[in-house]
C-alpha cells in the first residue's frame, strides 16, 4: 500500500499536469536496487535501472544489435586498438562528459574488483591490474572527447561489451547522470520514481514524462495490482508473474526471449559435490518436463539461441547408476547426505521448483534435502563466496554471446562461477577461441566439457512472460531480455 502523502503528491500532480499524467509508466519490481553504481552493480534490477538513468559509448537495441550513443563515431586498428570519439553530452547538472569520466570508471572497477571487473579483462593489462600484478590499464583519454582502448588480443565481442552496464561511465558525484531519466524520490522497499532528464543529448527517444516504480516482493500481490489498473506493465525477471496469471489472463501476456536459465548449482569445492557421479545423479534425477508458466525445458546448458548441443538429462536410470558410483567413490551411504541443503531466492517460483527438487531427490534417490529460503541479497552473497552445498541460481547473458555465459568458468575464483569449477582443458579452448579460426566450434567443445562435468544442472531456459495495460503502444526489449523501457510509447487517451 502506497504511502498517504506520496500518494496525494502524485494525484495532485496528475491533476495539475494532464500531459505529464498521460505520459507516466507504472511498473514493478521484485526487489528494491543493490546499487545505482555503474561500478558497484550486477544484479538484474540495479542494472535496468542503471541503463535508465546513465548512458554508454554504447547502447543494446531490440535488433540483438549495438548502437553508438555517448560514441558519436568509432576507430578500429588491428582489431585491437579502439578510438572513440564522443560527442557533446552533459550530465544532468549541465556539467560535460568526458573521456575522462570513462577512464577513471573503468579503471576505478579494475583496480577496485568490481563485481564486474572480468568484463574488462580484455583490455591490456586489466587482469593483471585486477590481479595486483601492475601494468598499465590500456585506457587513456587522449581529450575530452577521445577515448583510447588497447587490447590484449583481438575480442570479436569487445564492441558489444562497452554497452553492458559496468560501462557505462559512473560520475564523481552521483547524484548526477547520463541517461534518459534521473530519479525524482526513491523510498528503500517501496518506490522509486523516475523523471526525464531534461539534458539527456537524445530527447527525442524518450516519450516518457515519468516512471513509477513499485517495490512489491509478493507476486500474487504485484498481479491484483495490474488487475486494478495501478500497473502498466509487470513480469520478465523484473516482476515475476504468479501461477495464477497463465489461467486467469492467458491472453494478455506477451512472452520476452530471454539468453538466460535457471540452473542447480553445485558447489565443486566442498563435500560431497567434488564428486562429478554425485552432480550427475542428482541433475539426471530432475523432471524438466514439469516446468510450467512457458519456460522451457532445458536439454542444453546454454540458452538454445547459444548452444549447439542437445541432451535428454531427464534419465532416471542413469541418475541411479551415477548415484551408486558416487556413493561407492565417497564410500558413504544414502544417510550420510541427510544433511544436504538446497538455498533458494525467496520468490513463489523459486520456492516452487526448490520444493519440485526436494519431492524428486527424495522419490528416485532417497535422500531428504533440505531447503532454506534466503533474501535475494543474502542468496546472491552466499552463491558468490560459495557458502552452500547447492543453491537454486540464474544467469542471464550479458552480451550476445556465448562466451558471455562460459567465461564465468574459466577461473575458479571468479565471482560468477558459483559452482567455483575449473578445467585446464576447458579453460585452454576458451583462451584459443579469443584468436582461431573456428571460433564457435572452439565454444561448443568447451560446452560439452561443462556438460559432462555439470557443475551447474540446467533446469529451464528463459522465456519470460509479461503483461502489458492497453495503454502501452509500444514495448521493446532485447534478445538477451533487457527490457528498454525508455523506448516504451503510451497511447494518448
Same mark, same amino acid.
Given at each position: ?197 531534461? /539534458?539527456?543529448?537524445?530527447? $527525442?527517444?524518450?516519450? &516518457?514524462?515519468?516512471?513509477?516504480? =513499485?517495490?512489491? @516482493? *509478493?507476486?500474487?500481490? +504485484? ?107 565417497? /564410500?558413504?551411504?544414502?544417510? $550420510?547426505?541427510?544433511? &544436504?541443503?538446497?538455498?533458494?531466492? =525467496?520468490?513463489? @517460483? *523459486?520456492?516452487?521448483? +526448490? ?122 526489449? =532485447? ?15
Amino acid at each position: 500500500m502506497k504511502v498517504f502523502f506520496m500518494s496525494l503528491l502524485l494525484l495532485i500532480g496528475c491533476a495539475s499536469n494532464p500531459q505529464l499524467a498521460k505520459k507516466r509508466l507504472h511498473l514493478s519490481f521484485y526487489t528494491h536496487p543493490t546499487s545505482l553504481d555503474p561500478r558497484k552493480a550486477s544484479d538484474f534490477v540495479s542494472s535496468t535501472l542503471i541503463c535508465m538513468m546513465y548512458e554508454g559509448l554504447t547502447r543494446c537495441t531490440s535488433h540483438g544489435c549495438v548502437e553508438q550513443a555517448l560514441a558519436k563515431s568509432v576507430e578500429v586498428k588491428d582489431d585491437i586498438f579502439y578510438l572513440f570519439h564522443l560527442r557533446d553530452a552533459e550530465w544532468s547538472d549541465g556539467t560535460p562528459i568526458t573521456a575522462y569520466d570513462f577512464e577513471r570508471s573503468w579503471k576505478e572497477i579494475i583496480l577496485e574488483k568490481g563485481p564486474c571487473a572480468f568484463l574488462f579483462y580484455p583490455i591490456k593489462n586489466a587482469e593483471k591490474c585486477a590481479r595486483g600484478e601492475g601494468g598499465e590499464v590500456g585506457i587513456k583519454a587522449l581529450d575530452a572527447h577521445t577515448l583510447a582502448v588497447e587490447l590484449e588480443r583481438p575480442t570479436p565481442y569487445f564492441y558489444a561489451l562497452t554497452a553492458f552496464p559496468s560501462f557505462l561511465a559512473a560520475p564523481e558525484d552521483l547524484s548526477k547522470v547520463s541517461g534518459p531519466f534521473q530519479i525524482e524520490a526513491m523510498h528503500t522497499n517501496h518506490e522509486i520514481v523516475l523523471k526525464k532528464n531534461k /539534458r539527456y543529448w537524445n530527447p $527525442d527517444m524518450v516519450k &516518457l514524462n515519468e516512471i513509477q516504480i =513499485s517495490i512489491v @516482493a *509478493d507476486e500474487s500481490t +504485484a498481479l491484483q495490482m495490474f488487475e486494478r489498473g495501478e500497473l502498466d506493465w509487470m513480469g520478465g525477471s523484473l516482476s515475476p508473474l504468479p501461477v495464477d496469471a497463465f489461467e486467469k489472463l492467458r491472453h494478455q501476456i506477451q512472452m520476452i526471449p530471454s539468453a538466460a536459465s535457471t540452473f542447480c548449482a553445485f558447489n565443486t569445492k566442498q563435500f560431497p559435490f567434488d564428486n562429478k557421479h554425485l552432480r550427475q545423479a542428482f541433475s539426471y534425477a530432475i523432471q524438466r518436463t514439469d516446468m510450467q508458466g512457458g519456460q522451457i525445458p532445458a536439454h542444453s546448458i546454454l540458452p538454445p539461441a547459444f548452444s549447439q548441443h542437445s541432451f535428454d538429462w531427464d534419465d532416471p536410470v542413469l541418475a541411479l547408476i551415477h548415484f551408486e558410483k558416487a556413493l561407492e567413490e565417497l /564410500r558413504i551411504d544414502r544417510k $550420510d547426505l541427510e544433511s &544436504l541443503t538446497l538455498y533458494y531466492r =525467496s520468490t513463489e @517460483a *523459486d520456492k516452487r521448483l +526448490a520444493q519440485m527438487l526436494q519431492k524428486r531427490w527424495k522419490e528416485l534417490l532417497g535422500v531428504a534435502v533440505r531447503l532454506e529460503q534466503l533474501e535475494p541479497k543474502v542468496h546472491a552473497q552466499k552463491l558468490q563466496a560459495k557458502d552452500y552445498q547447492m543453491a537454486v541460481a540464474f544467469w542471464i547473458a550479458q552480451f550476445e554471446d556465448p562466451i558471455s555465459l562460459l567465461d564465468r568458468f574459466k577461473h575458479a575464483d571468479h565471482l560468477k562461477n558459483y559452482s567455483g569449477w575449473e578445467n585446464r582443458d576447458f579453460t585452454s579452448l576458451l583462451t584459443q577461441s579469443a584468436t582461431a579460426r573456428g571460433r564457435y566450434e572452439l565454444l561448443a567443445s568447451a560446452e560439452k566439457i561443462l556438460c559432462e562435468e555439470m557443475p551447474i544442472a540446467p533446469i529451464y531456459h528463459w522465456s519470460s512472460p509479461s503483461l502489458c495495460s492497453p495503454r502501452i503502444q509500444k514495448v521493446e526489449t =532485447s534478445p538477451c531480455g533487457a527490457v528498454l523501457f525508455e523506448r516504451f510509447e503510451l497511447i494518448e487517451p
